[in-house]
């Protein structure tokens, strides 16, 4: 019995022949085996690789997980459901099945007994000689068919029928029950594998596992997360491709009729409803023609047949009307000529009212060629008419709604169908390089394609996530569509449009927009396909919350083909320091959705005025979301700094700053200084790039000021501002150069005076009298290096203190000055002399005096130092000598001498220094005073001193 299946279309079951064998079963019953096992594999996304729910991909192979066959129990059987290779489709096929169906079939032992047995009946009756008898077999029940021709020519066409067992005309294709495209072989495959299976049911099979495959393929692509993935096409030809599960369960078209190679060439079922005929039967159905008459069957072994009157000569013509001859085909005539060839040509018009075709109408022309052994009687010569075809199909002919095609194959089957096969080349934008099969039957043109996602073409920047898109055409009923487009648009949003025929028979997609929940909220879009052009438009708002800083937007959104798509609209910023804005929003395919704008700010931050910023709202290109940022420029006073502020806002964090002139109390100079509601470091002041856990705005900066105590002692201090907006000055106040205190001063002190009297000779004395004197010279002082300690807060200006060391450099120089002088005297009035001596010394040093100052500052007392200045050496002391006395008794020389010493020293055990203390008080003059100079001096013992020389001298 021939097995049905669970069809589209669900044909009445046939009925079973008494004598037909059981038929391989083509449904495939339900079972939990068909149910595909729960996926449980971890997700792996990245450049090398996917897998995911719906099969993995990497190093050139991909695997999908389940997919959904056609229940077709025998292809199930010869194929199986798990782990199955598919084959690459970069070998081109060489089509070599029917062939080896022949070698196969032809020579069966049971198909020759057979058909030997009717050929041997006593009814049957043959024509031509006895060496190569034609035969004459009717197909029954109807008899309106005939198989005719010798031996070899009968079982040629008995082993492909175009009948079922039980008579009923039927179209088979000679076909795998391992599809070809699932590892099938063409050129070797075993007897089991190849079988006669219903052309519809065959056709709609292998397009449907064609189309479930590319289907499967674009599911696992689609998801995968590399930018230089391959598509579908290129997957198959250079992939290995694994189906994982297979659930034979599709539905397919057709009534799933079949014949094995057994049934053919062993059991030979085919030959159930063939009859021999008998003489007499051949003339009854019109199988003789007689005189005048021509007989044109529409093959070379018979099919259907028709009787023409002869013309009474050549290159004659006769009108010829029969549109059962070849469907599709209007003739109006039959033309004769003396050719033994081709003796008559059927001139007509193909296809002359089919509305699916545009270029409907061709003029053609057919030939019919004798039958071998018969006369007057001839074929449809299908050769010179696929000529025909190829020659109508090189002239552009064209499909409505797609259009053009291109030829593949012409047949002629046994209801005088021509039947042409071939690829739809459509220029329609939505559908192009998809591979879309034809098939004109007749007068009737049949398109049905279900289309993967990789198979539409859509405009940037939509993409397609997936497809069920199906069309279908046909002579009767026009074109159908159905099916449903599911694609996106970055960053914006998806929809979901489906299919329709329109009003002009033109294919149209209707559906609706589904704008990005995590951007917009409410939206009204219709998206669609018409007229072989994308639309898009409706309205969409922005809600508060949904981009950080947008209090809320509208925009209308729109596509057109030339311009792309559209987003444009107004929106609100609900930002920190932000008073009032206006944006205007804007898409582009490169950078997504933007608003740019500007806003006014001031009213809300401390030391702000009114100022207009740029603000500009952007997609994030490394990680999701919107960046909003802002910038501008404002005069503006902070802490009382005034200067131009530059203003910039930054994913939340605000900040103006700027520098600007600062003058309080002690300080002045420039401060670098702004406001942010940024955080800011408590140790180092510096900003933190984002916004502080409160929110609120501070004011922070800072740098170096001038700080003058007095009008001669000014320097650098570090100065912070506060976030409340004081100033603080916690650290060191320096020198930028050296400050003098006071100019040079001499002193001059007499340190002793002695005389003493001394004999030289009887009567005659001499008186000598000697001083020492101290001399100092102090100054200039300067103070060289300052380290001062500075606490300053401008919120409590009288709390301010200043302490510290001051090096005071005051350069410096002393000396002692010894000097004698010896007068000679007479000690009685008979006597006279005259002399003297010269003692002379000095003693000195100079250098550089350090002091260390002791310096505090309060506002009550101002400028306080205090230091003590010293210098302190030994120095040798060397003196000059030299002198003369001569003394006279009653006019004669008594005493006469000179003397001239090199010099005479003494020390250096000798100390000698000076230290003077200073005192400074702001508003006051320098305190120095003589009597607080204090000398060092050597202990010299004049006295002593002076006879020791007068002895030497003596």
């Known amino acids: 019995m021939l097995a049905q299946k669970p069809s589209e279309t669900e044909p009445p079951a046939a009925e079973q022949s008494k004598t037909a064998p059981a038929r391989t079963p083509t449904t495939t019953p339900a079972s939990p085996a068909t149910t595909a096992p729960p996926n449980t594999r971890e997700s792996i996304n990245n450049r090398q690789g996917y897998e995911g729910p719906e099969g993995k991909v990497s190093a050139k192979r991909l695997t999908i997980n389940t997919i ?135 056709r709609s099979a292998g397009a449907r596992i064609n189309n479930a495959i590319n289907k499967g393929i674009g599911s696992v692509l689609e998801p995968w997360n590399n930018p230089n993935k391959p598509d579908v096409d290129t997957v198959r030809k250079t992939y290995s491709v694994t189906l994982e599960n297979i659930i034979w369960d599709a539905p397919f078209k057709g009534n799933s009729e079949n014949y094995t190679a057994a049934d053919i060439a062993e059991r030979a079922t ?112 299908f050769s010179q008419a696929e000529r025909q075809i190829n020659k109508i199909f090189q002239q552009n002919l064209e499909v409505k709604a797609l259009s053009p095609l291109t030829l593949s194959s012409v047949t002629l089957d046994e209801n005088n169908n021509l039947i042409i096969k071939g690829k739809v080349v459509t220029n329609l934008p939505l559908l192009r390089g998809a591979d879309i099969d034809f098939t004109i039957t007749g007068n009737e043109l049949s398109i049905e394609k279900t289309f993967a996602s990789q198979e539409v073409s859509v405009p940037a920047p939509f993409h397609l996530n997936e497809s069920s898109l199906t069309l279908a055409l046909s002579t009767s009923k026009g074109l159908s569509a159905n099916g449903e487009v599911n694609f996106a648009i970055d960053r914006v949003g998806s929809g979901k449009v489906s299919a329709t025929a329109d009003t002009t028979g033109s294919l149209a997609l209707a559906g609706t927009f589904k704008m990005d929940e995590q951007i917009f909220g409410k939206s009204d879009i219709a998206v669609g396909y018409q007229q072989g052009k994308w639309y898009l438009n409706g309205s969409t708002e922005i809600a508060e919350g949904k981009i950080p800083g947008v209090s809320h937007a509208k925009a209308t959104v729109g596509y057109h083909q030339n311009d792309g798509l559209s987003i444009t609209g107004t929106a609100d910023l609900n930002l920190p320091g932000i008073d009032q804005s206006s944006l205007t929003i804007g898409y582009h395919s490169r950078t997504g959705l933007s608003m740019h704008g500007t806003a006014q700010t001031g009213k809300t931050i401390p030391g702000i005025d009114n100022a207009e910023l740029a603000v500009e709202v952007t997609e994030r290109r490394d990680a999701p979301g919107f960046k909003v940022s802002a910038s501008g420029a404002v005069e503006a006073r902070i ?281 400074y008080e702001q508003g006051k003059p320098f305190s120095m005073s003589v009597k607080d100079l204090q000398f060092e001096v050597p202990p010299i013992n004049a006295k002593k001193l002076m006879r020791d020389l007068i002895e030497d001298i003596v």
Not at 778 to 805: F, M, R
Not at 840 to 866: E, F, H, N, Q, Y
């Open 68 to 202: 959904h066959f056609p229940a077709i129990a025998a292809k199930e059987a010869k194929t199986g459901s798990h782990d199955i290779e598919i084959r690459r489709s970069d070998v081109p096929r060489k089509t070599g099945q029917i062939a080896v169906w022949q070698q196969m079939t032809q020579g069966g032992s049971g198909l020759a007994r057979r058909l030997d047995n009717k050929l041997q009946s006593r009814r049957a009756w043959h024509t031509g000689s006895e060496e190569d008898p034609i035969y004459f077999l009717s197909v029954a029940p109807k008899n309106e068919q005939f198989v005719i021709g010798n031996r070899d020519t009968l079982i040629k066409r008995i082993i492909r029928p175009y009948w079922t067992p039980e008579g009923n005309t039927q179209l088979y294709d000679v076909d795998h029950k391992k599809e070809y495209q699932l590892g099938g072989d063409d050129k070797k495959p075993d007897e089991d594998n190849l079988w006669l299976l219903d052309s519809s049911t065959n």
């Open 270 to 381: 085919q030959l159930e409803p063939l009859n021999a005929m008998s003489r007499s039967e051949v003339k009854k159905a019109g199988l003789q023609p007689g005189k005048g008459e021509f007989l044109i069957f529409n093959n070379a072994s018979g099919g259907r047949s028709r009787t023409i009157e002869l013309a009474e000569s050549a290159d004659k013509s006769i009108p010829f009307t029969d549109t059962g001859f070849i469907t599709g085909f209007k003739p109006h005539a039959a033309i004769f000529n003396d050719k033994d060839e081709d003796p008559i040509k059927i001139v007509g018009v193909l296809w002359p009212d089919n509305p699916a075709l545009k270029s409907a109408g061709v003029e053609v022309a057919f030939s019919i060629s004798p039958m071998p052994g018969l006369a007057q009687t001839g074929y449809l010569n």
């Open 639 to 919: 802490a009382g700094i005034k200067g131009k502020f530059t203003v910039s806002y930054d994913d939340g964090a605000f900040t103006a700053e700027g520098s600007g002139q600062y003058k309080r109390g002690l300080f002045s100079g420039e401060l670098h200084a702004g406001v942010t509601n940024r955080g800011i470091d408590p140790k180092t002041g510096n900003l933190m790039n984002t916004p502080a856990a409160d929110g609120k705005f501070k004011i922070f900066g800072g740098g170096r000021l001038s700080m003058q105590l007095t009008p001669w002692l000014q320097g650098l201090v570090g100065v912070q501002l506060q976030p409340s907006g004081d100033i603080l000055a916690n650290g060191q106040l320096s020198l930028a150069n050296p400050v003098t205190l006071f100019e040079r001063k001499a002193f001059n002190r007499k340190l002793f005076s002695v005389s003493v009297q001394v004999p030289i000779v009887p009567l005659i004395v001499a008186e000598i009298g000697a001083n020492l004197k101290a001399i100092a010279s102090i100054g200039p002082g300067q103070i060289t290096k300052l380290q001062l300690g500075v606490s300053y807060h401008s919120a409590h200006p009288n709390n301010t203190t200043v302490s510290g060391d001051a090096e005071v450099k005051i350069p410096a120089d002393a000396g002692i000055r010894l000097a004698a002088r010896a007068g000679v005297g007479v000690g009685g009035g008979l006597a006279s002399a005259t002399g003297g001596i010269e003692l002379g010394g000095m003693a000195g040093l100079t250098g550089v005096a350090k002091a260390d100052a002791s310096t505090r500052w309060s506002p009550a007392s101002g400028l306080i130092m205090d230091m003590n200045m010293g210098l302190h050496a030994s120095p040798k002391f060397t003196f000059d000598i030299a002198g003369y006395i001569n003394a006279k008794l009653l006019g004669r020389d008594i005493y006469d001498n000179t003397w001239q010493f090199a010099s005479y020293s003494f020390g250096p055990d000798y100390r000698f220094g000076v230290t003077l203390p200073i005192h």
